[in-house]
C-alpha cells in the first residue's frame, strides 16, 4: 500500500471519528455538569417563599419572569359554579383530533359517569397558521357551539409548544376553576379509569391525614433520565439550554395527576422558572424548585399496556389509543357497558 493511500485511509478515519464525535454530542456529555453537585436552573433563588407571596394574593418581592403572552379565545361555563368539584379532567388535544375528542366524551370524559361525584372535562387546543379562517378552525367552531367544552389558546399547536399549552392550562385553572380537589392532565390517546383514579386518591390522602386536594400531590409515572445530545435528535438539549447530566425527576406528560395545593404551587413558581420547551421536563424542574417531590404510581402506563379484561383491572391510564373505536370498547367492557 503506498504512502499516500495510507495517508488517504488515515484521513477518512480521522473524519469518521470526528463526525461520530460530532453528531453524537460526546463533547456535550462530556462537558456536562454534574446534577448531584447543585442543581440549579433560573430563577436561581429560593423560590418558595415566593410562591407563597403569590398564593396570598401579594405583590411578589421577586419580579416574575415567564409569563405566557398568550389570550384564551374562548371560554366555558362549565365552572360558573360555587360546588366543589372532586375532579377536573385536563385534556391536552390537537385540532385536528376530533375522533379523539368524541371518543373520550364518550367514555371517560362523561361528567355524570359516578354517583356522587362531581367531575369536569374540557379540552385544550392552540391554533393553526391558517386561523381564523382555515378548514380545520371552522369545524372546531360548530364543534365548541355544540359541546362547550374547548378552551381555545392563541399560540401555534405543535410539538415543541406542548410546555406552552401545558402552563396556559394551568393558568386557565388558577383563573377561572381553582375549586376542584384534583386535576388530571391527559393527552387525547391515553385511555383512562376514572373509577380507578378516584380510588388511587382515596388510598392516599387516607393515610396522610390530609383533607382532599390540600397535599402537595404530583404523581404518575416517574422517570429521572438524561438529556439527549445527539444533534440529529428532535430531543436534542444543548448545555446552553440545560448544562447538567441528568433531569430531576419528572412525571411522563401523558396522564399525571396533580392536587388543588400542588396545580396552585406548580402555576405561581411557573412564573419564575425560564421556560423550557418539553413540558414534562418542565414540570420536573417547577416541581424540584417548589418543593414537591414527583410520585410514582405503575398504574399510569405510558406505553400501551397489551389489553386483556383482567390485566386492565387496576389500570389509571394507558397510551396510544389513536383507535377511537378501540379506546370506546376497552372502556366499555371496563365499564360492563355492553
Same mark, same amino acid.
Given at each position: 500500500m503506498s504512502y499516500r493511500r495510507r495517508k488517504y485511509?488515515?484521513?477518512l478515519c480521522a473524519c469518521a471519528v470526528i463526525g461520530v464525535y460530532y453528531f453524537l454530542g460526546i463533547n456535550d456529555y462530556l462537558n456536562s455538569r454534574s446534577f448531584e453537585d447543585g442543581f440549579d436552573y433560573p430563577l436561581n433563588i429560593d423560590l418558595q417563599p415566593v410562591v407563597q407571596e403569590v398564593l396570598a394574593g401579594k405583590k411578589p418581592s421577586v419580579q416574575p419572569i415567564n409569563y405566557y403572552p398568550y389570550r384564551f379565545l374562548t371560554n366555558t361555563g362549565k365552572c360558573n359554579t360555587i360546588e366543589?368539584?372532586?375532579l377536573f379532567i385536563v385534556v391536552k388535544s390537537a385540532m385536528n #383530533?376530533?375522533?379523539h375528542r368524541n371518543a373520550i366524551r364518550l367514555t371517560y370524559g362523561q361528567e355524570n359517569l359516578i354517583p356522587g361525584r362531581i367531575i369536569k372535562t374540557l379540552f385544550f387546543l392552540g391554533i393553526d397558521d391558517g386561523y381564523p379562517k382555515s378548514e380545520t378552525q371552522s369545524k372546531i367552531d360548530e364543534e365548541m357551539v355544540q359541546y362547550k367544552d374547548i378552551i381555545q389558546i392563541d399560540f401555534r399547536d405543535n410539538y415543541y409548544n406542548n410546555t406552552i399549552k401545558t402552563m396556559m392550562s394551568f393558568r386557565?385553572?388558577?383563573? #377561572?376553576c381553582n375549586t376542584a380537589d384534583y386535576y388530571l392532565f391527559t393527552d387525547d390517546d391515553m385511555y383512562i379509569s376514572v373509577n380507578n383514579l378516584l380510588d388511587y386518591v #382515596?388510598?392516599?390522602a387516607i393515610p396522610t391525614s390530609i383533607e382532599h386536594g390540600d397535599m402537595n400531590l404530583y404523581a404518575g409515572y416517574v422517570f429521572q433520565s438524561t438529556p439527549q445530545r445527539? !444533534?440529529? /435528535?428532535?430531543w436534542r438539549v444543548t448545555l446552553e439550554e440545560y448544562p447538567w447530566n441528568k433531569w430531576p425527576f419528572y412525571v411522563t406528560a401523558?396522564? =399525571?395527576?396533580? /392536587?388543588?395545593? /400542588?396545580?396552585?404551587?406548580?402555576?405561581?413558581? /411557573?412564573?419564575?422558572?425560564k421556560h423550557f420547551r418539553f413540558?414534562?421536563? =418542565?414540570?420536573?424542574?417547577?416541581?424540584?424548585?417548589?418543593?414537591?417531590?414527583?410520585?410514582?404510581?405503575? !398504574?399510569?402506563h405510558f406505553y400501551k399496556k397489551k389489553y386483556d379484561k383482567e390485566g386492565y383491572r387496576d389500570v389509571i391510564a394507558s397510551h396510544g389509543y389513536e383507535d377511537h373505536d378501540e379506546l370506546i370498547r376497552v372502556w366499555n367492557e371496563q365499564n360492563n357497558i355492553n
Open positions: 485511509k488515515l484521513l366543589k368539584l372532586d #383530533h376530533f375522533g386557565w385553572l388558577y383563573e #377561572h #382515596h388510598d392516599v445527539f !444533534r440529529t /435528535s428532535k401523558g396522564a =399525571y395527576l396533580v /392536587s388543588n395545593k /400542588s396545580m396552585k404551587t406548580l402555576y405561581a413558581g /411557573s412564573l419564575f422558572v413540558d414534562d421536563i =418542565y414540570l420536573g424542574i417547577l416541581a424540584k424548585k417548589v418543593g414537591i417531590v414527583p410520585q410514582h404510581c405503575p !398504574r399510569f
